[in-house]
């Protein structure tokens, strides 16, 4: 190395042979598991691709040396996309010196990626055995033929150790284990490689925790320590151990031998020391196992703070993931284990606990789209003002990158936590409210629960063995009906039918709504519907899973009567979500605001001809200084546009209350869901707009909106899946809409147009919140001595005459959210 440059900088020139040795240095020693800084190792490698700027050799080696370290740097943390940006890298540096190894490596970033949305364990394998196939050509001698051989080894491992054997068959289990051995048995292996070949045999000789032989139980634990004892203080030690944890507590289970339970927490114990926090991809499963050891142990109090623990990791797991299939994959697990830790903690009568377990993890994709949306006035706040820059430096940062930023956002904070019983209480004091609801679908042998959260007072819960979702019950027939009403309105991308409906839709339906007041209803609100004090009990309800789907506020006691006519009813993305929207500070309506009305779309849309009436109605008579985009009744365009997605832009984008708090879209809504692209959209003239793009536009600074009205279909259906309540609605509430009604159907058109006019009606006229006006614009529907405005426009009174608002297609199917 020559001396320091003489520009004062006191940096090192480095020749080109030293770069390259100190990168392949690098490369090796974190690729050995030996790498001390891997933050300090990224600088330099970052100094070394400024000095050899022009050097295509030196900054494929740049290059092919971040991508280790980050990939060394973080057990369990991959980031799919972000190799193959280093992939791209390679190649245009390579050129055509690539060779086989960029050829081959799109083929297993799609394996890797598959196996982390959540692929069965075949389709993985499947495609690492393509891999393997179009490697059989190389050379012995060639790196790629060792690095493909070392694949195959490990797709091998994964298929031995899947699935395991019935119970009673010692033959295939002896077979299942001994070709594990064989397949970890090789020589020439680093300590933290055979550490993790131990590991697998050891785990195998458990045969799925289902071991009854107490001879191989201890086989299997002595391999274990073993691995244990080889990666040492390494990160990887953490898997290791709560492997040996298990392979104990199996032991104890057989013999039942407390002093192994004993052993088991305290290997778990330093296993969490050595995690450090709930960025290790294990904090989770660490945390999980040892708050029901401790549990058996009779600690409960130490018990739910693992508990809370665990589902921290969780929390910091999904933020982490740029990829959305793999963040949906992520929450999913998140979702289940939270649902199955509050049972256990419910069994145990800790209705507190088991309440901060649901909301940890519900919503969780919503949580990462609120709270990493901008971390950069937070990250220099926090004097991380280098981290902020190279945050918005990045299209799509990085999990690396996120990383960083999430525990700088986690210092000293409450970030992952989340809400207690006192700050659930202080908001539903707040909001006006007397209970926040959590329904969790029963899950045979377990009955399904209402965890309840009062504004005063201690939580209680109720178990609801009639709570589930079974072939053949009213749920899942209605489920299968919405489906296929889905199915139909996305190929119309319309508020479907306009007066008559399908059959088999309205007859599951109306089953539904007596199932769900025998299933849950009817023993939540019993209490307060005994109250004499004659005030309107208000419920906001959690529903979990495909429960999400239900229109509680149509549940039917047997007399006849809906929920709401007894009761007022809004729904929670999460309990997190609705202290957020408790805290904003309110926002005044003004006769200013923004309508959308059926603008002329692409495709095979058809006509909105009544949501255009609803719209213009409205505009009218409500809001006359409101934008009006789209088509006026007669189909000619408004004059201030057609409903452009840049019209949509510029509206949001204004500064100003002079544009207005209130947006309303009368409009066709569009979803997919599927697990990589799922998306959630508003169709407009000429394109249209995403969800996505939709928070960054609220988002960038202009006044606060009062409230959003999606009167299109599903607006209020989660494309993620319904643990997460991640929709077109709940993504206008986390980027700070006040309020927002969205659609959990295909909603019928000319009932909506009638629904709609009256919710505003009971907004403007009689200065109701939000909340009560679509009640009463429900109850409306519902009065056959209905009164009608003297203000409501000829052609909605036409309407009224040729329908029936009392049908429950007309009203169920709208939702309140927020203040």
């Not at 009640?775 to 001595?785: P, T």
Request: aromatic residues 6%; hydrophobic residues 40%; glycine residues 8%.
């Amino acid at each position: 190395m020559d001396e320091p440059n003489g520009d004062g900088s006191g940096q090192w020139a480095w020749t080109k042979a030293e770069a390259v040795s100190r990168l392949m240095q690098l490369q090796e020693t974190a690729a050995g598991g030996e790498l001390v800084d891997s933050r300090t190792a990224l600088d330099e490698v970052d100094r070394l691709a400024s000095a050899f700027v022009g050097d295509p050799q030196v900054q494929t080696l740049v290059e092919s040396t971040r991508a280790i370290v980050k990939m060394t740097a973080a057990p369990g943390l991959v980031d799919v996309e972000g190799m193959r940006e280093v992939l791209k890298n390679l190649g245009e540096i390579a050129g055509d010196q690539a060779g086989p190894l960029m050829e081959l490596m799109p083929d297993y970033l799609d394996a890797v990626q598959s196996h982390l949305q959540g692929g069965d364990l075949a389709t993985t394998l499947a495609r690492f055995a393509g891999i393997l196939k179009r490697a059989e050509d190389l050379p012995d001698s060639d790196l790629l033929r060792t690095v493909t051989a070392e694949i195959a080894r490990a797709a091998e491992l994964m298929r031995s150790l899947d699935g395991g054997e019935p119970d009673g068959d010692e033959a295939g289990h002896d077979r299942r284990l001994e070709a594990v051995r064989e397949l970890t048995d090789r020589p020439g292996a680093t300590d933290l490689e055979r550490a993790m070949r131990l590991a697998a045999t050891g785990g195998a000789a458990l045969n799925e925790g289902r071991e009854q032989n107490l001879g191989r139980i201890n086989e299997g634990i002595a391999d274990l320590r073993e691995a244990v004892k080889l990666s040492g203080d390494h990160p990887e030690g953490v898997f290791h151990r709560a492997g040996l944890a298990l392979a104990v507590y199996r032991r104890s289970e057989v013999t039942g031998s407390l002093a192994d339970v004993d052993e088991a927490i305290t290997v778990l114990e330093r296993a969490r020391e050595l995690a450090r926090g709930p960025a290790h991809p294990h904090w989770s499963i660490v945390n999980d196992m040892l708050s029901q050891f401790r549990q058996r142990r009779g600690k409960p109090s130490s018990s739910s703070l693992a508990v809370l623990d665990s589902l921290r990791g969780h929390a910091w797991q999904v933020l982490l993931q740029p990829d959305a299939g793999v963040a949906r994959a992520t929450a999913l697990r998140a979702a289940q284990d939270a649902v199955e830790t509050a049972g256990r903690l419910l069994v145990e009568h800790e209705p507190t606990d088991a309440l901060r377990a649901l909301d940890a993890g519900r919503g969780l994709l919503l949580f990462s789209a609120t709270e990493l949306r901008d971390p950069c006035p937070r990250l220099i706040e926090a004097g991380e003002d280098g981290l902020a820059e190279r945050w918005r430096s990045e299209a799509r940062p990085s999990a690396w990158l996120r990383d960083e930023v999430i525990e700088v956002l986690s210092r000293d904070t409450d970030l992952l936590d989340p809400p207690t019983l006192e700050e659930i209480q202080e908001a539903l004091g707040r909001l006006g409210a007397d209970a926040l609801v959590y329904l969790v679908p029963a899950a045979a042998p377990v009955p399904g629960w209402a965890v309840i959260a009062p504004a005063e007072g201690p939580p209680r819960y109720l178990a609801l063995p009639y709570l589930a979702i079974d072939d053949g019950m009213e749920i899942e027939r209605y489920l299968a009906a919405t489906a296929a009403r889905r199915d139909s309105a996305l190929l119309g991308k319309t508020r479907e039918f306009k007066s008559a409906e399908p059959a088999d839709f309205a007859e599951s339906l109306d089953a539904l709504c007596s199932w769900a007041w025998k299933a849950a209803i009817g023993p939540i609100i019993k209490p307060y519907l005994d109250n004499t004090s004659g005030r309107t009990p208000r419920l906001v309800l959690i529903p979990m899973g495909d429960l999400a789907r239900v229109p509680w506020q149509a549940a039917r006691r047997p007399d006849g009567k809906y929920l709401v006519e007894l009761a007022a009813v809004s729904q929670a993305a999460s309990a997190r979500m609705l202290c957020a929207s408790a805290a904003a500070e309110p926002v005044r309506h003004t006769a200013a605001g923004l309508v959308v009305a059926d603008p002329e779309t692409e495709g095979p849309a058809v006509d909105l001809q009544s949501a255009r009436l609803e719209a213009y109605a409205i505009h009218r008579t409500f809001c006359p200084g409101a934008t009006y985009l789209g088509r006026r009744p007669d189909g000619s365009v408004s004059g201030s546009g057609a409903g452009t997605p840049d019209e949509v832009r510029n509206w949001l984008r204004a500064d100003g209350s002079h544009a207005g708090t209130m947006v309303h879209f009368a409009t066709h809504g569009d979803m997919t869901t599927d697990a990589a692209h799922a998306s959630s959209r508003l169709l407009l003239a000429g394109g249209d707009l995403t969800a996505d793009e939709l928070i960054r536009l609220l988002d960038g600074g202009r006044h606060p909106i009062g409230l959003v009205v999606l009167a299109g279909c599903h607006t209020g259906q989660s494309i993620h899946g319904y643990d997460e309540a991640y929709s077109l609605g709940t993504l206008f509430l986390a980027a700070g809409a006040r309020t927002v009604l969205s659609t959990q159907w295909s909603i019928p058109d000319q009932d909506t147009s009638l629904l709609m006019y009256m919710f505003h009606h009971f907004l403007i006229t009689e200065r109701r919140p939000p909340w009560d006006a679509l009640r009463q614009a429900q109850l409306w529907m519902l009065d056959d001595a209905r009164s009608v405005p003297s203000q409501m426009p000829v052609p909605l009174r036409r309407m009224l005459a040729g329908t029936d608002p009392t049908r429950l297609t007309s009203w169920a199917g709208f939702v309140h959210w927020g203040q």
